[in-house]
């Protein structure tokens, strides 16, 4: 039993190593997670900063601290997006069914993929963090905010990368988990990724309030803008459980739906 799992382990590894270089290497997998919320959050925070004067607005050392957070999760939802579609190129090719006809568990082929996303999530967190402190912005429950932070992102993009996971595994297709994307900026904006959501208008305001993206953000965001809260923080790990239990979920019975179609 320890034998096997040692295999699985090391499989999961092995896979990890791959996805992360697979998206290295190839610039249209790459550049969603770095480059777009980078550049968002640039021009939101140079064109809304005058927002931090609206009342009620909360209270920040600056817009850049305020949007931070908004960047981060974004690239997290955008690397969940990004690892389905390479999971689902992987499955076009053959190279998926291959791994599958191993003696090794289906299931680790699959965490082996989340594995890669997570260490992309981490990456980003850092990413974002270093921009952050360079132009200003601060994180005031200092380095163990910081490690938080990180941690919190990597698994975030775990949540969301294993419901990519689970369309490309039930779908085969590339272009159906790439077309997702849209929808993927919508959930995001319908939250207080980018707005508070006590300034919003009805319907939107509503929506973002009960959003889970919205208490991911807010368990980011304030240890940035205030230190540790309790109550933010412990809503954030909660929904993250639920998201990524919902796409473990569905990753399940996506490999129980292959396995009785004999693929």
């Known amino acids: ?40 959050l640039a021009i939101q925070t140079g064109g809304a900063g005058g927002a931090v004067d609206l009342p009620e607005f909360p209270d920040v050392n600056g817009f850049l601290d305020f949007m931070l957070a908004g960047a981060m999760v974004q690239s997290c939802l955008l690397a969940g997006n990004t690892g389905g579609i390479a999971l689902a190129l992987d499955i076009e090719m053959g190279f998926t069914d291959r791994l599958f006809a191993a003696p090794v568990s289906r299931y680790a082929v699959v965490l ?3 594995a890669g996303t997570t260490v992309l999530g981490a990456f980003t967190a850092v990413w974002f963090i270093t921009i952050g402190l360079i132009f200003g912005a ?14 919190l ?65 807010e368990g980011l965001r304030e240890p940035i803008i205030a230190g540790f809260d309790g109550g933010d923080e412990l809503l954030a790990v909660v929904s993250v459980l639920g998201v990524g239990a919902f796409g473990l ?10 396995v009785r179609r004999g693929v």
């Open 112 to 114: 082996g993929r989340l």
């Open 1 to 40: 039993m320890s034998g096997r799992l040692a295999a699985n382990a090391r499989v999961v590894a092995a896979l990890g190593a791959r996805s992360v270089r697979q998206t290295v290497r190839r610039p249209q997998l790459a550049a969603p997670l770095i480059i777009f919320p980078t550049l968002l």
């Open 138 to 151: 601060s994180i005031e429950e200092g380095l163990l905010g910081a490690l938080w932070i990180v941690v």
């Open 249 to 258: 979920w569905m990753c399940a019975l996506a490999l129980t739906g292959r």
């Open 153 to 217: 992102v990597a698994s975030t993009a775990l949540a969301f990368g294993s419901i990519g996971a689970a369309i490309a595994l039930r779908t085969n297709s590339a272009s159906v988990v790439q077309g997702l994307f849209p929808l993927v900026f919508v959930v995001l904006f319908l939250s207080s990724a980018f707005f508070p959501a006590n300034l919003m208008l009805e319907p939107a305001a509503s929506v973002a309030e009960y959003n889970p993206l919205s208490f991911i953000v």
